[in-house]
């Protein structure tokens, strides 16, 4: 890891200052074509929202004094031009108005990356006038077209981001969204010890690394050692903002469904590792049901042959949409009685955390984090994947028992309340003060409490935190 020193100047005197913080975010365009894109534009929204003169400026639209203009967007390629993304008003280049949480994102390059790319990349967050770079972390963005090692360019990236960020004095904090960690006979010898290299290249060159589920983050370290001071493990976040506002009966009438239809939903781009060839075998087990894939393909023509497969085996009672916009996605949700998350594999859920946007009961596939989930929360129930018989046996029951299910809806709610998105700004937002103040962004005594939390300590972001959870939670 980097060694913690305080990093603006004027910022460390007497421990963390609740002074100005601006941050850089790198990741995939928030336009709802890829999760990672979307969750790191919901997490700038919620560190905005902290703020309760910019949290009134977006619901009211006005303009706040000290408010700088829109949130910005970077288009690789755009010949210096800054596209507009969607989110709360801030800047291109955050100014340092005293109080405030500004971002601003770099989009990374998805169709044809270049080691050129990722080099440009690194030097113009390093360039930018904000305090953190923060940069969300999957295998595929940093990926090299043609080679059999995942994130290979993330190899070339990391180093020279670290040189310039330590050049501008800027902390660097990384988000790992997933954690390979292939056994022997699942990869052979030299990717495993690539994947080695890249890690432990993640750890020593960043200020703080964030897991998003405790199996990423248990992954991680079973190959690299670190400090407990110098990692966090954070939930995901629930987008309660962003939750659908219309009723049931609008949400249905907007599908084409009946009022008095069961209806199950899986929401999410459609790939292999999700699922939906399950969720298909159980809708044939139950003709009665209504089943819906709220989702398509993946832009860029990923996944489209499993997705063609998927069509093609459909009964008529699945309803396939295709990818949906940011305001016909939660709609999706809030036709459903039951969601159904048949995943073989998952290291953490975005459209878990949709479904708790809704209140929406799931059930899922017996996965390590869904089982976390289920005993922490009783917000889910699990159920093995082998026997689908078994699976469609408990969908049925599960829609005849409205007790259960609402109990299901209780506690998604309860996990929902402690885990938006403004809970989880509020950690990243504590984390960034550390770092920027020259001590442990997580200290040794929140670590041997057995916490991978961040403790809030500033009470005015805890406000926030409440303030925006009863404007906006509904337990309808």
Same mark, same amino acid.
């Given at each position: 890891?980097?060694?913690?020193?305080?990093?603006?100047?004027?910022?460390?005197?007497?421990?963390?200052?609740?002074?100005?913080?601006?941050?850089?975010?790198?990741?995939?365009?928030? *336009?709802?074509?890829?999760?990672?894109?979307?969750?790191?534009?919901?997490?700038?929204?919620?560190?905005?929202?902290?703020?309760?003169?910019?949290?009134?400026?977006?619901?009211?639209?006005?303009?706040?004094?000290?408010?700088?203009?829109?949130?910005?967007?970077?288009?690789?390629?755009?010949?210096?031009?800054?596209?507009?993304?969607?989110?709360?008003?801030?800047?291109?280049?955050?100014?340092?108005?005293?109080?405030?949480?500004?971002?601003?994102?770099?989009?990374?390059?998805?169709?044809?990356?270049?080691?050129? +790319?990722?080099?440009?990349?690194?030097?113009?967050?390093?360039?930018?006038?904000?305090?953190?770079?923060?940069?969300?972390?999957?295998?595929?963005?940093?990926?090299?077209?043609?080679?059999?090692?995942?994130?290979?360019?993330?190899?070339?990236?990391?180093?020279?981001?670290?040189?310039?960020?330590?050049?501008?004095?800027?902390?660097?904090?990384?988000? &790992? +969204?997933?954690?390979?960690?292939?056994?022997?006979?699942?990869?052979? @010898?030299?990717?495993?010890?690539?994947?080695?290299?890249?890690?432990?290249?993640?750890?020593?060159?960043?200020?703080?690394?964030?897991?998003?589920?405790?199996?990423?983050?248990?992954? @991680? +370290?079973?190959?690299?050692?670190?400090?407990?001071?110098?990692?966090?493990? &954070?939930?995901?976040?629930?987008?309660?903002?962003?939750?659908?506002?219309?009723?049931?009966?609008?949400?249905?009438?907007?599908?084409?469904? *009946?009022?008095?239809?069961?209806?199950?939903?899986?929401?999410?781009?459609?790939?292999?590792?999700?699922?939906?060839?399950? @969720?298909?075998?159980?809708?044939?087990?139950?003709?009665?049901?209504?089943?819906?894939?709220?989702?398509?393909?993946?832009?860029?023509?990923?996944?489209?042959? @499993?997705?063609?497969?998927?069509?093609? *085996?459909?009964?008529?009672?699945?309803?396939?949409?295709?990818?949906?916009?940011?305001?016909?996605?939660?709609?999706?949700?809030?036709?459903?009685?039951?969601?159904?998350?048949?995943?073989?594999?998952?290291?953490?859920?975005?459209?878990?955390?949709?479904?708790?946007?809704?209140?929406?009961?799931?059930?899922?596939?017996?996965?390590?984090?869904?089982?976390?989930?289920?005993?922490?929360?009783?917000?889910?129930?699990?159920?093995? &994947?082998?026997?689908?018989?078994?699976?469609?046996?408990?969908?049925?029951?599960?829609?005849? *028992?409205?007790?259960?299910?609402?109990?299901?809806?209780?506690?998604?709610?309860?996990?929902?309340?402690?885990?938006?998105?403004?809970?989880?700004?509020?950690?990243?937002?504590?984390?960034?003060?550390?770092?920027?103040?020259?001590?442990?962004?997580?200290?040794?005594?929140?670590?041997?409490?057995?916490?991978?939390?961040?403790?809030?300590?500033?009470?005015?972001?805890?406000?926030?935190?409440?303030?925006?959870?009863?404007?906006?939670?509904?337990?309808?």
């Amino acid at each position: 890891m980097t060694t913690t020193t305080p990093i603006s100047d004027g910022r460390a005197r007497d421990g963390v200052e609740t002074t100005s913080t601006s941050v850089t975010t790198i990741a995939t365009p928030g *336009d709802a074509s890829c999760g990672i894109g979307t969750y790191a534009r919901d997490l700038r929204a919620a560190l905005e929202d902290l703020e309760p003169d910019r949290r009134r400026e977006r619901e009211s639209g006005a303009t706040v004094s000290g408010s700088d203009g829109p949130t910005t967007s970077e288009t690789p390629g755009a010949s210096g031009a800054s596209g507009t993304a969607d989110g709360p008003a801030v800047t291109d280049e955050p100014g340092r108005t005293d109080g405030l949480t500004t971002t601003d994102a770099i989009d990374l390059e998805q169709d044809y990356p270049t080691a050129g +790319h990722f080099i440009s990349i690194a030097l113009r967050a390093a360039a930018r006038d904000s305090d953190v770079v923060h940069v969300q972390h999957e295998y595929g963005l940093f990926r090299r077209p043609g080679s059999s090692y995942p994130g290979l360019y993330g190899l070339l990236f990391f180093p020279v981001l670290w040189l310039a960020t330590r050049i501008r004095r800027k902390a660097l904090v990384v988000t &790992l +969204h997933s954690v390979l960690s292939p056994a022997p006979e699942e990869a052979r @010898f030299a990717k495993r010890c690539y994947l080695l290299v890249m890690h432990e290249l993640i750890a020593r060159v960043t200020d703080h690394v964030i897991f998003l589920s405790s199996d990423c983050e248990e992954q @991680f +370290h079973e190959d690299v050692a670190q400090d407990p001071t110098e990692y966090s493990v &954070l939930p995901h976040g629930v987008n309660v903002r962003d939750s659908s506002p219309a009723d049931r009966s609008t949400a249905r009438e907007r599908f084409g469904f *009946d009022p008095d239809d069961e209806i199950v939903v899986i929401p999410g781009f459609v790939r292999p590792p999700k699922g939906h060839d399950i @969720f298909v075998d159980v809708a044939k087990q139950l003709p009665d049901v209504e089943f819906l894939i709220a989702g398509g393909a993946r832009p860029k023509g990923f996944d489209q042959e @499993f997705v063609d497969e998927v069509e093609a *085996d459909a009964p008529s009672n699945v309803t396939i949409t295709g990818v949906l916009d940011d305001e016909e996605f939660p709609m999706a949700l809030a036709t459903a009685d039951l969601a159904l998350l048949p995943y073989r594999v998952v290291t953490q859920s975005g459209t878990f955390n949709w479904c708790a946007a809704e209140e929406l009961p799931v059930l899922a596939s017996d996965r390590s984090y869904f089982r976390q989930i289920e005993a922490e929360w009783d917000a889910l129930e699990t159920i093995g &994947l082998d026997d689908t018989a078994a699976i469609a046996d408990r969908v049925a029951t599960l829609l005849e *028992d409205d007790e259960q299910r609402d109990a299901l809806a209780s506690g998604i709610r309860t996990y929902k309340e402690a885990n938006s998105f403004e809970t989880v700004a509020a950690e990243h937002l504590q984390i960034y003060r550390r770092i920027l103040a020259g001590v442990p962004a997580r200290r040794v005594d929140d670590a041997e409490g057995g916490t991978t939390r961040i403790p809030v300590e500033d009470e005015s972001m805890l406000a926030a935190c409440s303030a925006q959870r009863e404007a906006t939670v509904s337990s309808d």
